[in-house]
Nanobody, 118 residues
Framework: QVQLVESGGGSVQAGASLRLSCAAS????????MGWFRQAPENQRELVAI???????NYADSVKGRFTISRGNAKDTVWLQMNSLKPEDTDVYYC????????????WGQGTQVTVSS
C-alpha cells in the first residue's frame, strides 16, 4: 500500500505562482511513477505532469513552459511548481502513484483545490 498526501493548494490571482507537494509513504519502493492530475466537477481526471523512475517527465500541452514537476532525492516527495497561473488552471489537483506491475495509476491522494481568479 502507498499513501499520498498533497498540500499547497490555495486561491491566487492570475499570473501568480503556487507550489504543490505530494508526500508518499508506505511501500514507496514499489512506485514507478508519480504525477499530478486535475479534475473539475463532472469532468474526467486529466494528466497535468508526471515523472518516472528514470526522471523522464511528461506535461499536458496546456501547462508546458509554466509548470515544472520535480522530486526529492529520496523519491518519495514530488512537487509541482505552477507559474503564470491562469483562471483555466482552477481545479482540484490530485497526486497519483503508478506502482510496478500495475496497469495504471493505482494510488491517489485526497486532492487539493487550486483556484485562480482573473
Amino acid at each position: 500500500q502507498v499513501q499520498l498526501v498533497e498540500s499547497g493548494g490555495g486561491s491566487v490571482q492570475a499570473g501568480a505562482s503556487l507550489r504543490l507537494s505530494c508526500a508518499a509513504s508506505g511501500r514507496t519502493f514499489t512506485i514507478y511513477s508519480m504525477g499530478w492530475f486535475r479534475q473539475a466537477p463532472e469532468n474526467q481526471r486529466e494528466l497535468v505532469a508526471i515523472i518516472r523512475a528514470d526522471d523522464s517527465t511528461n506535461y499536458a500541452d496546456s501547462v508546458k513552459g509554466r509548470f515544472t514537476i520535480s522530486r526529492g532525492n529520496a523519491k518519495d516527495t514530488v512537487w509541482l511548481q505552477m507559474n503564470s497561473l491562469k483562471p483555466e488552471d482552477t481545479d482540484v489537483y490530485y497526486c497519483g502513484a503508478y506502482t510496478y506491475g500495475s496497469s495504471d495509476y493505482d494510488y491517489w491522494g485526497q486532492g487539493t483545490q487550486v483556484t485562480v481568479s482573473s
